[in-house]
């Protein structure tokens, strides 16, 4: 078991692990307090349309994944607060939207196109070094942006009303949120796969939400939660050669179930 | 001269093609305490709501101590009719209160904020709890802590939507008492259904079912008003006493 240490893929992996469990945690908890979890599903496949871009331009699928999930993000948001159509229609939409965009241009691409597998379904064994100092660099504008605009955040996710009449402007600051959700789903796809980020984004913070009545405290048990539960699923899969993404989702809703059980069992005592 | 804190010209709003006020002249001084009532659906929400720039008008003027409404500068404090957020919500009483004290972006909350925090809890009642979870409050207890959201702002002007509702006839007293002392510093709308207890209170009252049906003293509509209490939507929604009651 610790032989696979020395891998420098394992090391990779870990490393991984460790970031995508940061944007999990300081992101998904406004995706679980806000409310947003649906939103950000149609964000999370939206991405896909990015990274077959991304093949079709012959550059790194996760770098278009960037500018292509922000602004997807963006459409979403606007729509669901300026169209007069129900929200969830829009982002349905638009979630089917972007796959379809991915699709053809996969399509279009010539020739082989590798690893397409790994965006839909995650690979944690395979993530490149390059990948990872995206990752990382994401991470370090999770963490700015969050720590910049808590009081913000906490405001338009707990009475959004009220932080207009005080002065904020809600609208951006919601935007900037989802282009938050955008970023995080960057990070998140070469682990888990644009089809399972939702997992990532809501599992640990809702897990934390059970501990805690304080956001702060929250954003870091889900970190570590996160950090637990995704390494936890990358032994599994590794031990029983099973596919990664799929289990490090299977860990962490395992890890959901063991919690509220507990939870219930605690308040009946 | 001194600028008026609300002054309304000829507004009217429409929702869905529907008119929901119409006509509304108003204007409400620096020193006023203002009681709304009217019947459900009179557009006494929808009033306030276009003096915080919530909602826009389809016509007429709105100016917020000279200013357009929903300007970030307005010195508005707000209790919102209801306050629609997640009963799970990870936030406790102080936090509430604090983000009343907001001053815009990259601006921390400093020593004094939280001593204002601490008055305006003192002053709702709500010290003790200062630690608890919103979730873990009765529903009159959630309200005093908006109530102190409200105030800690330190306003000019104070919105307060239906402000008793839920809360008990002790606090209420000692709440029209705040409100006594707070008028000294700002102007005070009140929204109520609760028309006697208001009255003894309020310097003026505003009588709104779409259109405005009066506005003025309290003494001088003390005789429409009795008459009022007795069939109190009869009167608001079909305008019988026009004649008795100032037109505006
Ligand atoms: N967002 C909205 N969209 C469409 N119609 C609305 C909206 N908000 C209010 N209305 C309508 O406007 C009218 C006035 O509503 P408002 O909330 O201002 O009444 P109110 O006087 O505060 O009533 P209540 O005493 O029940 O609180 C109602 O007929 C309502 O149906
Ligand atoms: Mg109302």
């Known amino acids: 078991m610790t032989g696979i240490l020395e891998y420098s893929f394992m090391q990779n992996a870990f490393l991984a692990a460790v970031l995508v ?23 999370s496949h ?6 077959g871009l991304g093949y079709f331009l012959g550059i790194n699928p996760i770098m278009a994944a960037i500018p292509f999930s922000i602004l997807s993000s963006l459409i979403m948001g606007i729509t669901s607060k300026k169209v007069k159509i129900s929200e969830d229609t829009a982002i349905g939409i638009l979630w089917s939207f972007g796959m379809a965009i991915g699709i053809i241009f996969i399509n279009l691409t010539p020739g082989y196109v590798p690893d397409l597998m790994s965006y839909l379904f995650g690979s944690i064994l395979t993530v490149p070094v390059n990948d ?10 999770i963490i700015i942006t969050v720590l910049l605009f808590y009081r913000e955040f906490q405001g338009i996710s707990f009475d959004e009303e009220f932080s207009q009449v005080i002065g904020m402007p809600t609208t951006y600051i919601y935007l900037l949120l989802l282009s938050m959700v955008a970023l995080s789903v960057v990070v998140m796809i070469k682990v888990v796969g644009v089809i399972l980020v939702i997992a990532l984004l809501t599992i640990p913070a809702a897990i934390a939400k059970q501990y805690t ?23 599994v899969s590794y031990i029983f050669n099973l596919a990664s993404g799929a289990t490090i989702v299977l860990v962490l809703s395992l890890g959901f179930i063991c919690s509220s059980v507990i939870q219930k069992l605690r308040n009946a005592l | 001269m001194v600028v008026n804190a609300v002054e309304i010209n000829d507004v009217c709003v429409k ?19 203002l009681a709304i009532i009217g019947p459900n659906g009179g557009g006494k929400s929808t009033l306030l709501k276009i003096i915080l720039g919530l909602v826009t008008v389809d016509q007429g003027e709105v100016k917020i101590f000279g200013e357009d409404p929903g300007n970030p500068s307005n010195p508005i404090g707000y209790l919102p009719q209801h306050v629609s957020f997640d009963p799970d919500f990870p936030i406790n009483v102080f936090e509430t209160v604090l983000s009343g004290r907001y001053h815009g972006f990259f601006k921390k909350y400093s020593d004094e904020d939280r001593i204002k925090v601490t008055d305006a809890l003192r002053e709702v009642g709500m010290l003790e709890m200062q630690d608890r979870q919103m979730s873990q409050l009765s529903g009159g207890q959630m309200q005093r802590v908006f109530i102190a959201r409200a105030i800690v702002r330190e306003p000019k002007l104070l919105l307060l939507d239906e402000p008793m509702a839920s809360i008990d006839p002790e606090m209420q007293n000692s709440f029209y008492n705040l409100l006594l002392k707070l008028r000294e510093r700002m102007a005070i709308v009140l929204v109520s259904h609760d028309v006697g207890a208001v009255s003894s209170h309020v310097e003026n009252i505003a009588c709104l079912n779409r259109k405005l049906y009066y506005h003025g003293a309290v ?11 007795k069939c109190p939507i009869d009167l608001l929604s079909h305008g019988i006493p026009h004649r008795v009651l100032k037109k505006h």
Not at chain 1, 46 to 51: D, E, S, T
Not at chain 1, 132 to 141: A, G, R, V, Y
Not at chain 1, 213 to 227: F, P, T
């Open chain 2, 219 to 229: 003494e001088y509509a003390a005789a429409s008003l009795e008459k009022m209490y």
């Open chain 1, 46 to 51: 939206a991405a896909f349309g990015g990274i």
């Open chain 1, 213 to 235: 009545y304080k956001i702060g405290h929250m954003m870091v048990l889900a970190v570590i939660l996160g950090i637990i539960l995704t390494i936890g699923g990358l032994f």
């Open chain 1, 132 to 141: 990872i100092i995206i990752m990382f660099l994401l991470d370090l504008i």
């Open chain 2, 15 to 33: 929702f869905n093609k529907h008119p929901v006020l119409q006509d509304i002249n108003l204007s409400i001084e620096i020193n006023d305490f």
């Open chain 1, 21 to 43: 469990s940061v944007a999990c945690g300081l992101v998904g908890t406004y995706v679980v307090i806000k409310r947003i979890v649906f939103i950000s599903g149609g964000i």
